[in-house]
């Protein structure tokens, strides 16, 4: 326990009738140490972020065919590049993919026109396509972009072999 220690001074000339004391700081210096592991155990340190992913139900699906017009495709590529097109794919061309940034909210820009000019503004679709040299931050980006602008009708596919061929001319 915390003692109280006093010096005794009659050996000595007593200055101004004050006696020497010295409390044990010990104690005091545990109970610290004790208050903050307590709180260290008893705190989140921080929550996980968590982003929302719609995933399909389970069940037997077939492939969806989704009218050009109503919807955008996105290839992700390599050095956070990204290309669009919205076309079909049988009219796909060296001069369809176009390319655009993340800076200026252009991906959001792209994809409020496109789905300004679309028929079936309800139906409208967003289609992300990561080649296989593209970064998992740039999906992430992707699809923050998509939260930004409000696209709740979304897919994440495999580029096709025309895609792949288009692409592979661009980035070379």
């Given amino acids: 326990?915390?003692?109280v220690q006093v010096n005794d001074r009659s050996k000595g000339s007593k200055k101004n009738g004050r006696i020497g004391i010295k409390v044990d700081m010990t104690p005091m210096v545990d109970l610290?140490?004790?208050?903050?592991?307590?709180f260290l155990f008893s705190t989140n340190f921080s929550k996980p972020n968590v982003m929302d992913l719609g995933l399909p139900a389970k069940g037997p699906h077939g492939p969806t065919d989704i009218d050009y017009r109503n919807s955008i495709t996105f290839i992700l590529g390599k050095d956070s590049k990204v290309y669009y097109y919205q076309d079909e794919r049988k009219n796909l061309n060296d001069n369809s993919l176009k390319e655009v940034s993340f800076d200026r909210a252009q991906v959001a820009k792209t994809i409020e026109s496109a789905k300004a000019s679309a028929p079936k503004k309800e139906n409208f679709t967003v289609i992300i396509k990561p080649a296989d040299d593209s970064q998992y931050k740039t999906l992430v980006d992707m699809l923050d972009e998509l939260a930004i602008t409000r696209s709740e009708r979304y897919g994440i596919s495999e580029m096709n072999d025309k895609e792949k061929d288009l692409y592979q001319k661009k980035v070379l």
Avoid: S
């Fill in 1 to 3: 326990m915390a003692e």
């Fill in 32 to 38: 610290g140490f004790l208050l903050i592991t307590f």
